[in-house]
């Protein structure tokens, strides 16, 4: 059975994994000034995260359209693929898994479509272990999926609660940490669900808190940092953990600007990072 793989932009995959695993990766959509960017197109990650800070009013998102995943699934049928695996940010978060149901069903029993309770390279992972599975059928490539999820962990410090509140997208556990809007939430999200860890006040004691939760990660199978707009603390972040557990770190390691669909909600200068723990030596 020849397995496609289908997911969307906040998955936030490189592009040279894109290439070298054939994987069809759909638009979301980013809207400025009521001007609509696809994903990835008509401004950099660079520029947009210089810019948000400044914005006046804040941009908004969109899923991409039910008719845009039925094309996506259709070509891949029409190219001698015989099942899809649509592996997609969490639904709490998003309505895109919902919509790539819903174009499922104009293929009967054809498309799988998995919430993968994560989003950015939290989801991005759970691609990557499909497309490296898929060779073996479609239940390996779902075990696979499962398997990451299981030892998945996503965390994130956020530089301000500001754009969280005026994109109107506050979790209910993070607003109550407080309203000062000059705090630095500490968030983890598990099976798509926002959870509020605590909040500092500084940068350095952001970066304390995540390097504590990372090195608690244990010996690790993959890792991305993730950061919006903050690269310099990002590397410097990078470095000091190679430094203090570079036995516990694969030896591939992301570092990700995270797609401005997802920090238009999150902030500007944030710092994060997805891991998957190594697998329990039998």
Same mark, same amino acid.
């Given at each position: ?81 015989? &099942?899809?695996?649509?592996? &997609? ?54 075990? =696979? ?30 607003? =109550? ?87 238009? &909600? ?17």
């Amino acid at each position: 059975m020849k397995i496609g793989i289908v997911t969307d932009s906040t998955s936030d995959l490189p592009q040279d994994l894109i290439e070298k695993f054939g994987l069809e990766v759909v638009p979301t959509l980013l809207i400025i000034d009521g001007k609509e960017y696809a994903d990835g197109k008509g401004i950099s990650r660079q520029d947009f995260y210089a810019q948000l800070p400044g914005m006046k009013i804040l941009p908004t998102t969109a899923a991409p359209s039910l008719g845009e995943f039925s094309v996506r699934y259709r070509s891949l049928f029409e190219r001698g693929y015989d &099942h899809i695996l649509s592996i &997609h940010t969490a639904a709490q978060l998003t309505t895109t898994v919902n919509i790539a149901r819903q174009a499922a069903l104009d293929f009967p029993g054809q498309v799988t479509v998995v919430d993968s309770g994560s989003l950015s390279l939290g989801a991005g992972f759970q691609v990557l272990a499909a497309a490296e599975a898929a060779e073996r059928g479609l239940r390996a490539a779902l075990e =696979a999926v499962r398997m990451v999820q299981e030892r998945l962990r996503v965390y994130a410090a956020l530089d301000t609660m500001e754009n969280l509140r005026r994109s109107g997208r506050v979790p209910g556990a993070v607003a =109550a940490l407080g309203g000062l809007l000059s705090i630095k939430p500490v968030i983890e999200l598990a099976s798509g669900v926002v959870k509020a860890l605590g909040a500092v006040r500084t940068t350095e004691q952001a970066n304390e808190r995540l390097s504590s939760l990372l090195r608690s990660c244990g010996p690790l199978e993959r890792l991305a940092i993730l950061h919006t707009g903050a690269e310099a603390r990002a590397r410097a972040f990078l470095k000091r953990m190679v430094e203090e557990m570079s036995r516990s770190l694969p030896r591939d390691i992301l570092m990700l600007n995270v797609t401005p669909v997802i920090g238009t &909600h999150l902030g500007a200068n944030g710092l994060g990072f997805a891991a998957v723990r190594a697998p329990l030596a039998a």
